[in-house]
């Protein structure tokens, strides 16, 4: 059996920052970097918000250089995933796809957080090209132009809110005849003026040459006065929710009710010694690269105090 001081479990911006901390104290980590390396970044066109790039970068190129400053401190960086753990007691006990097992003095999980779609063909084609999951990423692009948010709950209300201080026109397209957000966010949305509430709303499907430039809408889908509509817009945001890639854990760690994994008193920290947490996989709030990266960082400081315990 392989045995490590520190296994990092995922990659992205909290991933790679924990394997260049970890590596820079001399730990040796071992990184996977499961089935997407880099995560959700290398979806992404231009990341405008990370600090160090004045004029922006491209989401792979960023990903790429995290990666080989992780791999410069000596970070052992494999592609695969972690398909078993056992978290009895340390070391950890792990496996990988390939059947390989592994001991861990400590474990570092940064697995993230994939954003909820609809599920539509055209989601896919749009993705970069007009359609995001994330408004304070991508809203600066989209500067007095016309865009769509998708959702009725808080997250929907506070990106549509975010989006109409920079768009000449947000649609806010929600399915249910009312919205799910707290009463203060509903208040503020309806009182925006550039923001149109689309209720009982579907999307259908979007359109577009060489971007997004229209969605297919349907009113009251399934009803005898069901009504078929196109909307001209510029970008499509989903703001459904996200979902974190946490299940692997559950047995041994506690989460919330959407499955997002808790800290210690504000701390990477988490009930296991051990066993630290970085990254979207444990922030439903930010979501950030820039405070994924953070995370990554106070993971690494805390497991190199732990081994020196």
């Given amino acids: 059996m392989e045995h490590t001081k520190c296994l990092i479990i995922g990659s992205g911006p909290a991933g790679y920052t924990a394997a260049i901390y970890a590596g820079r104290a001399n730990l040796q980590p071992i990184e996977y970097c499961g ?3 880099g995560g959700q970044l290398t979806q992404t066109t231009e990341v405008e918000n990370f600090p160090g790039y004045p004029d922006g970068v491209d989401g792979n190129q960023l990903m790429d250089d995290l990666r080989r400053q992780a791999a410069r401190f000596g970070a ?3 592609d695969g995933e972690i398909t078993e753990v056992d978290f009895t007691a340390p070391p950890y006990r792990l496996k990988d796809d390939a059947g390989r097992e592994i001991e861990a003095d400590t474990v570092i999980i940064a697995t993230g957080a994939k954003a909820k779609y609809l599920g539509l063909p055209d989601e896919q084609k749009y993705m970069g090209m007009g359609v995001s999951a994330c408004a304070t990423c991508d809203g600066f692009f989209y500067r007095k132009k016309t865009v769509a948010v998708v959702g009725g ?3 929907a209300c506070e990106d549509a809110l975010y989006l109409s201080g920079l768009c000449k026109k947000v649609y806010l397209i929600v399915r249910k005849p009312f919205l799910r957000a707290s ?3 509903q208040q503020r949305v309806m009182d925006r003026e550039n923001i149109e509430i689309l ?3 579907n999307t259908l499907g979007l359109f577009g040459q060489d971007g997004v430039e229209g969605a297919h809408l349907v009113k009251r889908l399934g009803e005898a ?3 078929r509509l196109d909307i001209a817009i510029d970008g499509f945001f989903l703001a459904i929710g996200h979902k974190p890639a946490t ?3 559950k047995p041994w760690l506690d989460t919330d009710e959407v499955g997002y994994l808790l800290k210690l008193d504000g701390t ?3 009930k296991l010694p051990g066993i630290f947490v970085a990254g979207d996989c444990a922030d439903p709030t930010y979501r950030q690269a820039i405070s994924a990266a953070g995370t990554g960082c106070q993971a690494a400081l805390e497991a190199e105090r732990y081994l020196m315990q």
């Fill in 183 to 185: 009463k203060v966010m």
């Fill in 35 to 37: 089935l997407q390396p």
């Fill in 199 to 201: 209720f009982e709303h």
């Fill in 153 to 155: 709950g808080d997250t």
């Fill in 247 to 249: 299940d692997l854990f």
């Fill in 76 to 78: 052992d960086i494999r």
């Fill in 225 to 227: 006065d069901e009504e």
């Fill in 268 to 270: 990477p920290r988490t």
